[in-house]
């Protein structure tokens, strides 16, 4: 059966071998048994990324981390959680117990926590009856998110333990140098196996948690497999992308200009849905956007100045996914968003967008960030058998592209039939 992702534009057309431990001690014994056979590796925890980042390639060895579910409360506040547990379910379940988790994705349930560390992480949350104020004029501040209050997700992981392309594992927390370089880095520094989330108290409400307990984190978001897995049928299907970029507070109505722009140009193509800020396209404002407050260091591979940043953008409905015409002209819309906001300074969510994979990432750092990102990857893994591709690109490790899949079979037909 091929795999796809969220994105629906690539796959991965050959059964790959897979990995699905179910304990961090399985992972640890799995990783390291592929390690000295010397494969390559992907893991994947629930493909919401729309790059075909956690698409296995021809030979890897494919790592399902659902399985990584256990918690175990090590400190009043502290919760030491597998990577894959879903980001929802782990907000739910400590809410259950008198705690919050104070960032966590927006949109629906989705990200596991490993996929969401290496996505950067940011809370996306605003109320609707705020959205829909703000959107009607009524409200200026209708523009508070989680990460307005709390910043990153990175502020509030205190620990995190990974297995590196070596087979070593390695406990990192804020006090080392490289801990915030492992968020938004896309896995390519090993398989994070857990992580040490610092919660908050809600006023009033008992902590309800005792040190030492531990068990599996319940799944009460389900998730829908389709939604990642398969891919749509030559009629088409209308799909949901997101379209984000990261700038300065005070670059922001510069960026929202070239944004309404491009959305205009694109209008045929992609109808902006939900918006509550921006410039406005058929009455509606087509936007959406989150301060997101320096609460820590802001991860290098995320954003390059260490300082508050504006996410805006705009998510929008894209008619006829799986027609050959309307994704040609996704992925120009698509391009042509990523280089107005590069070539004018701005910075991409690549880590969970990136949908054309028409980046280069050592153009796309600064000098210093992308010699420094290179030397932990020689570092964590020297090989490069683990998550290839991404970062550092090569034609040999691109991902299959539908497109590419379809044209095949029609060339096929065209020999079986003559
Ligand atoms: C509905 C929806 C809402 C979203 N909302 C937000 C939001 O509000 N804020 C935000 O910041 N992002 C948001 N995102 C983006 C999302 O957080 C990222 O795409 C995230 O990476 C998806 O997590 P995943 O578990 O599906 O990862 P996958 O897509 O499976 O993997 C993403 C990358 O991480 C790597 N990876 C995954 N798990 C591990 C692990 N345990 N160890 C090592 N590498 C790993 C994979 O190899 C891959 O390179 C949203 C996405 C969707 C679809």
């Known amino acids: ?49 729309l790059s075909g980042a956690s698409l296995p390639r021809r030979g890897e060895t494919l790592f399902l981390t659902h399985g990584l579910n256990q918690f175990e409360v090590v400190g009043a506040d502290l919760l030491r959680v597998g990577s894959g547990a879903i980001m929802w379910d782990i907000r739910d379940f400590v809410a259950a117990h008198g705690l919050s988790l104070p960032v966590f994705n927006g949109g629906w349930a989705g990200p596991t926590l490993g996929g969401y560390v290496n996505a950067g992480g940011m809370g996306l949350r605003v109320p609707p009856t705020t959205r829909e104020a703000a959107a009607r004029g009524e409200s200026n501040d209708g523009y508070a998110s989680i990460s307005e209050t709390h910043g990153g997700f990175w502020a509030h992981v205190v620990a995190l333990t990974l297995i590196d392309g070596r087979g070593e594992l390695r406990q990192l927390t804020p ?25 908050q108290a809600i006023p009033g409400v008992a902590n309800q948690f005792t040190v030492g307990q531990s068990g599996e984190i319940p799944i009460t978001n389900p998730l829908n497999p389709s939604e990642t897995n398969d891919l749509p049928d030559a009629v088409g299907i209308d799909w949901l ?65 260490d300082e508050d940043f504006v996410l805006m953008g705009v998510m929008a409905l894209c008619r006829g996914i799986g027609k050959p015409e309307v994704e040609t002209a996704l992925v120009e819309a ?36 992308w010699a420094h990102f290179c030397a932990l990857k020689k570092k ?21 592209t539908v497109a590419q899949i379809r044209r095949l079979a029609a060339a096929t037909q065209r020999v079986l039939n003559t």
């Open 1 to 49: 059966m091929p795999l796809a992702d969220y994105g629906k534009l690539y796959l991965s057309p050959l059964e790959p071998f897979v990995r699905s431990p179910q304990s961090v001690a399985e992972a640890i014994a799995h990783w390291r048994e592929e390690l000295s056979c010397g494969h390559r590796l992907r893991v994947r925890g629930s493909g919401h990324s």
């Open 175 to 199: 006090e080392d140098s490289d801990f915030y370089w492992i968020f938004a880095a896309m896995g390519q520094f090993g398989l994070i196996l857990d992580v040490t989330l610092r919660l």
């Open 241 to 305: 992308y997101w379209f984000s970029a990261m700038v300065p507070i005070d670059e922001e109505d510069r960026f929202w200009a070239l944004v309404g722009d491009w959305a205009n140009r694109h209008s045929a193509t992609l109808e902006p849905s939900g918006g509550w800020v921006g410039p406005s396209l058929n009455g509606e404002p087509i936007g959406f956007r989150y301060l997101v407050k320096r609460r820590a260091p802001v991860p290098p591979l995320l954003y390059p100045r």
């Open 334 to 369: 698509e391009q042509e968003f990523v280089s107005s906001i590069v070539d004018e300074g701005g910075r991409l969510y690549v880590q969970a967008e990136n949908l054309s994979r028409s980046l280069d990432y050592a153009d796309y750092y600064d000098a210093d960030t």
């Open 380 to 400: 964590y893994d020297p090989q490069s058998l683990v998550n290839i591709g991404e970062l550092q690109r090569s034609k040999e490790t691109e991902p299959v």
